[in-house]
């Protein structure tokens, strides 16, 4: 049992120790996975003129569920839809946040980041945004290199490209999309806006599994 903490940095050196109980979190591949998050989510935050503290932070944080087994995920962030009964992975951002407030964290931008990172940002949290984009595009994963380099010039084109591309997936794959990322998808400018041309997904797909 990991002893919570009681009381918040407040200063950079600080950071160290939430770095540190992340590391104690998490397998040490997906330890490095966060660091190249952070650094990423603070390369696009700079690039688009926001926060870059709290997108590293949140980058830092977004995991620190990850690696829980699922009995644990279940407790911390019990399933609001059948998706997340059956695959309790998908868990892991919202049981994340639980986790980090129960020790104390506040800072609600970077706990709503952490909170949508696995199904998507919402209400246009800018932070959320940078670090759902750093999290699918971080070199590591050798995969959505355009996405990162979209991100690095217009934030809102890598958020409506990588959310568009991931429900068109899950669609076509005959994969239930999970609620949040409808309601995510249903966000973007394109699809609040039908003029745009861009139909809205059905609100159900025909199958029980998600990603
Ligand atoms: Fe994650
Ligand atoms: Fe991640």
């Given at each position: 049992m990991i002893a919570p903490v009681l009381t918040l940095p407040d200063s950079p050196?600080?950071?160290t120790g939430w770095e540190e109980r992340v590391r104690l979190m998490v397998r040490p591949r997906r330890f490095e996975h966060v660091l190249r998050v952070a650094d990423l989510a603070a390369q696009i935050a700079a690039a688009n003129g926001l926060?870059?503290?709290?997108?590293?932070?949140?980058?830092?944080?977004?995991?620190i569920a990850?690696?829980?087994?699922?009995?644990?995920?279940?407790r911390l962030a019990p399933p609001e839809c059948e998706i997340d009964g059956l695959h309790p992975l998908a868990l892991h951002g919202r049981a994340g946040r639980t986790l980090l407030e129960r020790w104390g964290y506040t800072d609600l931008v970077v706990l709503e980041a952490v909170e949508d990172h696995t199904t998507g940002p919402r209400g246009g949290n800018r932070i959320a945004q940078a670090v759902y984009i750093a999290d699918v595009s971080e070199p590591g994963r050798g995969v959505n290199a355009e996405i990162r380099e979209?991100?690095?010039h217009d934030l809102n084109a890598a958020l409506e490209k990588a959310i568009i591309s991931k429900v068109t997936y899950l669609q076509g794959k005959g994969i239930t999309v999970h609620p949040r990322t409808l309601r995510s998808y249903q966000e973007l400018p394109c699809c609040a806006?039908?003029?745009?041309?861009?139909?809205?997904?059905p609100a159900t797909a025909p199958s029980s599994t998600f990603q």
């Amino acid at each position: 049992m990991i002893a919570p903490v009681l009381t918040l940095p407040d200063s950079p050196a600080a950071w160290t120790g939430w770095e540190e109980r992340v590391r104690l979190m998490v397998r040490p591949r997906r330890f490095e996975h966060v660091l190249r998050v952070a650094d990423l989510a603070a390369q696009i935050a700079a690039a688009n003129g926001l926060d870059v503290a709290r997108a590293y932070a949140a980058g830092v944080l977004h995991d620190i569920a990850r690696d829980l087994p699922d009995a644990e995920l279940l407790r911390l962030a019990p399933p609001e839809c059948e998706i997340d009964g059956l695959h309790p992975l998908a868990l892991h951002g919202r049981a994340g946040r639980t986790l980090l407030e129960r020790w104390g964290y506040t800072d609600l931008v970077v706990l709503e980041a952490v909170e949508d990172h696995t199904t998507g940002p919402r209400g246009g949290n800018r932070i959320a945004q940078a670090v759902y984009i750093a999290d699918v595009s971080e070199p590591g994963r050798g995969v959505n290199a355009e996405i990162r380099e979209l991100a690095l010039h217009d934030l809102n084109a890598a958020l409506e490209k990588a959310i568009i591309s991931k429900v068109t997936y899950l669609q076509g794959k005959g994969i239930t999309v999970h609620p949040r990322t409808l309601r995510s998808y249903q966000e973007l400018p394109c699809c609040a806006h039908p003029a745009s041309g861009r139909p809205h997904p059905p609100a159900t797909a025909p199958s029980s599994t998600f990603q």
